[in-house]
C-alpha cells in the first residue's frame, strides 16, 4: 500500500466488511481474484457487533430467566432470580469477539487484504481511504459497495445514547430504567421490549400503523398481540408522536392516536423506527452510480449498479435489511464478476423475528397469493397438539402453516409463529425455494417427537388428513 500519488491496484474492492461485504470477499477470493476490503469500523459490521449476535444473546439470557421465573407448573421452584448486567455485558461481548476475530481469521486464510478506515469513490475505477496514518489511493476491476445501513432517528428526538437511545445503545445493559417507550413495532422494538421486559422494566411500545406487523400473515398477528399482553407489555397502535420535553433524567412523549392527544412519562426512549441505507458520503456521485427515490442503490438481477464493474448489495439495495439477504447479494455479485452465472431474481427471502413467541416467514402470505388471483389450499397445525412442544412447556398458540397452490400442489409459503420457529423455517426455504410439490413434505419423513412434525403436518392439512388433531371427512355415499 502506497501514500501519496501513487494508487495500489486490486481486481476487486469490496468497500464493507459486514455480512454482506466480507462474504463477498471470501467468495470472491475462492474463485481465484485478488481482494480487498475497506471497513472504517468493525469487521463483521452492524450485525455481528452491534445487532443480530448480541442481540440474541440478550434475548436467549432473557427468555431462560424468564422460564425459570415460570417453571413452577414443570416441578422446578427457584427464588429471587437476578441478573448481573456487568457479567452479562461481558457474555455478550466475549460472544461477539469470539465471532468477529472468526471473520479476521477467515478473511486472512483466504489471502484478502483488509485496509481499516473510511472509503470514498474518486471515480468509476478508484477510491481514496481516510486512514490513520494517512491518505490511499486505490485502483480496482470491479468493486462491491457493501456499506450497510444506519438507524433512522425522528426529527426533533436525537439519539444521545442517555435518554433517547437506538438499538445500538439498547444492546448496553448497564442499568434497567424503569419504564421504557419503544418506538416502532417492527422486529427490532418487538425484540428488545421483550428483552426489557422480561428483565423487569415496564414497557410501552408506540406503533404508528394501525395493524401490528402488516406484512406478516394475518393469522400470527392476534398471536403476538395476547403475547405482548402476557408479558405485560402495552400496545399503542396508530400513535404519532408529536414530540418530547425533558425533564432531569426523564423524558416526557407527546403523541396522538386519532384526535386525541397523549403524554407518557419514561426514563428510557428506545427509537425503533427502521433503517436508513448507508449511501450518502462515500462518493457515489463521483463514480456514476444511480440512486432511488428513497436512497437506495439501483441494481439489476446481477447486483450491478448503473455503473459498469461496480456492484451493490445488501442494506444498500431494495428489499429486506437483512443479513442473510446480503450475503447470497455478496456470493451473487463475486460470482459474476469472475464470470459465472449468478443472479438475484425471484429469490425468496426468509424473515424472522426473536419475539417470544418466535416468528418465521417465507414466501406467499395466505392474503398476498389471493391477490395475485392465485387459488390456494392452506393447511395449519398448531403447536398445542405436537407432542415436543408439550414436553417443553411450550405448547401455547403457535403453529406451523403451509400455502400451496391450489392446482399445481407447489409451496408458496410457509409461516410459524410458536418455539423455536427460527429454526424450523430453514424447511419451509428450501420448499419454496425448489417449489417443491406439497408431497414432498408430506411423503418426508419427520423424527419424532419433533418440532418439524409440525411441518409435515400442515403440509397434510393442506389436504385435509393431519393425524393429530381432527378434521370432519366428507360423509360417503
Known amino acids: 500500500m502506497v501514500v501519496g500519488d501513487f494508487a495500489s491496484g486490486t481486481q476487486v474492492a469490496v468497500i464493507g466488511a459486514g455480512p454482506g461485504g466480507y462474504v463477498a470477499a471470501i467468495r470472491a477470493a475462492q474463485l481465484g481474484l485478488e481482494v480487498t476490503v475497506v471497513e472504517r469500523e468493525w469487521l463483521g459490521g452492524v450485525c455481528l457487533n452491534v445487532g443480530c449476535i448480541p442481540s440474541k444473546a440478550l434475548i436467549h439470557v432473557a427468555d431462560l430467566k424468564n422460564q425459570i421465573e415460570h417453571a413452577e407448573k414443570l416441578g422446578l421452584f427457584a427464588r429471587d432470580v437476578s441478573v448481573d448486567l456487568a457479567k452479562l455485558a461481558g457474555w455478550k461481548d466475549g460472544v461477539v469477539e469470539k465471532l468477529r476475530k472468526g471473520v479476521e481469521v477467515l478473511l486472512s486464510q483466504n489471502k484478502v487484504a483488509v485496509v ?30 457493501a456499506t450497510g445501513s444506519s438507524a433512522a432517528q425522528l426529527p426533533g428526538m436525537p439519539r444521545d445514547g442517555e435518554l433517547v437511545i437506538d438499538s445500538t445503545d439498547a444492546l448496553e445493559l448497564k442499568s434497567l430504567p ?56 402495552k400496545l399503542v397502535l396508530g400513535a ?23 403524554s407518557i412519562s419514561a426514563d428510557r426512549v428506545l427509537v425503533a423506527i427502521g433503517r436508513r441505507p448507508n449511501t450518502s458520503d462515500i462518493g457515489l456521485e463521483k463514480a456514476g452510480v ?91 397445525f398448531p403447536f398445542k397438539a405436537l407432542g415436543r412442544a408439550a414436553t417443553l412447556g411450550e405448547a401455547g398458540e403457535g403453529f406451523s402453516k403451509v400455502v400451496s397452490d391450489a392446482k399445481s400442489g407447489a409451496i408458496l409459503g410457509v409461516h410459524i409463529v410458536g418455539p423455536h420457529a427460527s429454526d424450523l423455517i430453514a424447511e419451509g426455504c428450501l420448499a419454496v425455494a425448489s417449489a417443491s410439490h406439497i408431497d414432498d413434505l408430506t411423503l418426508t419423513i419427520h423424527p419424532h417427537p419433533t418440532l418439524p412434525e409440525s411441518i409435515e403436518e400442515a403440509a397434510e392439512q393442506v389436504e385435509r388428513r393431519a393425524i393429530h388433531i381432527f378434521t370432519p371427512q366428507p360423509t360417503k355415499r
Not at 117 to 133: C, I, K, M, Q, W
Not at 192 to 221: F, S, W
Not at 302 to 324: E, Y
Open 116 to 145: 481499516r478506515g473510511n472509503a470514498y469513490l474518486t471515480d468509476d475505477h478508484s477510491f481514496s481511504v481516510e486512514a490513520s496514518d494517512g491518505v490511499h489511493r486505490f485502483e480496482f476491476e470491479s468493486c462491491i459497495l
Open 178 to 233: 424503569e419504564r421504557m417507550v419503544v418506538i416502532g413495532a417492527g422486529a427490532v422494538g418487538l425484540e428488545l421490549g421483550m428483552v426489557y421486559a422480561k428483565l423487569g422494566t415496564e414497557v410501552i411500545i408506540l406503533e404508528g400503523m394501525d395493524k401490528l406487523l402488516p406484512t406478516i400473515d394475518a393469522q400470527i398477528v392476534p398471536v403476538m398481540e395476547r403475547a405482548l399482553k402476557r408479558q405485560g407489555i
Open 240 to 262: 404519532r408522536v408529536e414530540g418530547m420535553t425533558r425533564s432531569d433524567s426523564r423524558a416526557e412523549l407527546r403523541y396522538s392516536v386519532g384526535r386525541e392527544e397523549q
Open 290 to 380: 444511480k440512486l432511488d427515490k428513497r436512497g437506495f442503490v439501483d441494481v439489476d438481477e446481477r447486483m450491478m449498479t448503473s455503473v459498469q464493474g461496480i456492484f451493490a448489495i445488501g442494506d444498500m439495495v431494495v428489499g429486506p435489511m437483512l443479513a442473510h439477504k446480503a450475503m447470497y447479494q455478496g456470493k451473487v455479485a463475486a460470482e459474476v464478476i469472475a464470470g459465472q452465472p449468478a443472479a438475484f431474481e425471484g429469490v425468496e427471502v426468509p424473515g424472522v423475528i426473536f419475539s417470544d413467541p418466535e416468528i418465521a416467514v417465507v414466501g406467499l402470505t395466505e392474503n398476498e397469493a389471493r391477490e395475485k388471483g392465485i387459488e390456494v389450499k392452506v393447511g395449519v
